[in-house]
Each structure stands twice: as C-alpha cells, then as structure tokens.
C-alpha cells in the first residue's frame, strides 16, 4: 500500500471515530451525579445539594454560614409541580398533595427542627438558568420515581 493510500484510510478511519464518539457523546442519559453538578454550578454557593439514597438535601448559606438545611425525600415531591416563582424569584419544589409535610427543615443557628411541605431556591433570573434548573429538579425528581426514566435532554 502506497502513502497515498494510507493517508486516505487514516483520514476515513479518524472520520469514523469522530463520528463514533459524537454520536456515543450526544446519546448518553443525563446522570445523577451530571444533574447534581449543573445546579450546584448554577447556584453558585448560595446553595448546596446533594442526593444520597433518595433524599435531597439542600443547604442554604449566607455569608458562609449554614442558616437552614432541607431535605426532602424525592418520592414525596410532585415532579410536574416543580415551578419558578416569578414573584418571589425562588425555584419551588413542594411535596405532593396526600404528602402534607415532606420535608425536614433544620434551622441551626434557631436550633429548630420542623416539616415542612415546600422549600424554595431564591436566585436572580436571567432568563436562562431558572428554567434550566426547574428542568434539573424535575429530572432529578423523576430518576428516583421512575425506575425507568431517562432522558439525554440537556437542562439549557
């Protein structure tokens, strides 16, 4: 085989991998662990959460300090009510209708325990992130309700 030749099967042979790593790239479900990174970067450190064994837990920090903890167990969250408050600028997230009080709140510098059924993220809107994580939060909520639930649909 002549080196003409072989630049021609190298080319068609990287074109191929390029193809194949775009395409396996794009068509991968949008994990967990991706979904818990997109809203931790969205909220900038104003906010924390984490998922551990179907529980959400949020923390909300002013000045450094920790002044509440949520956590909400996810199968007790309506996914299809998970809203952006325009008025109040806050993402909300609330528990079903039968599930009155779905959610623990620790408010540690009150030293208070307490139920709750709605917690809510305030953020500044932009137009683009408070939709992105109303999408992120519902998607999180539906991969722990749905055992068969996927999605490859980015949140922006």
């Not at 709140?105 to 683009?128: C, Y």
């Amino acid at each position: 085989m002549n080196v003409r030749n072989m630049n021609k099967l190298l080319i068609l042979f990287s074109l191929f991998l390029s193809l194949v790593f775009t395409h396996n790239a794009s068509g991968q479900d949008v994990s967990m662990e991706k979904t818990i990174e997109y809203i931790n970067g969205k909220l900038s450190g104003k906010y924390t959460i984490d998922v551990k064994k179907g529980y959400l837990t949020i923390e909300c920090f002013e000045n450094g300090k920790l002044i509440r903890r949520d956590v909400v167990e996810l199968m007790a969250v309506n996914a299809e009510d998970i809203v952006f408050g325009i008025k109040e600028k806050q993402v909300i997230i609330k528990c079903r209708f039968d599930q009155a009080e779905c959610i623990d709140r620790v408010l540690p510098e009150a030293g208070k325990k307490t139920q709750v059924s709605r917690t809510a993220i305030a953020l500044e809107p932009d137009g683009k992130s408070e939709a992105g994580l109303v999408k992120a939060f519902t998607h999180m909520a539906k991969l722990i309700q749905y055992r068969k639930y996927s999605s490859q649909e980015w949140f922006e």
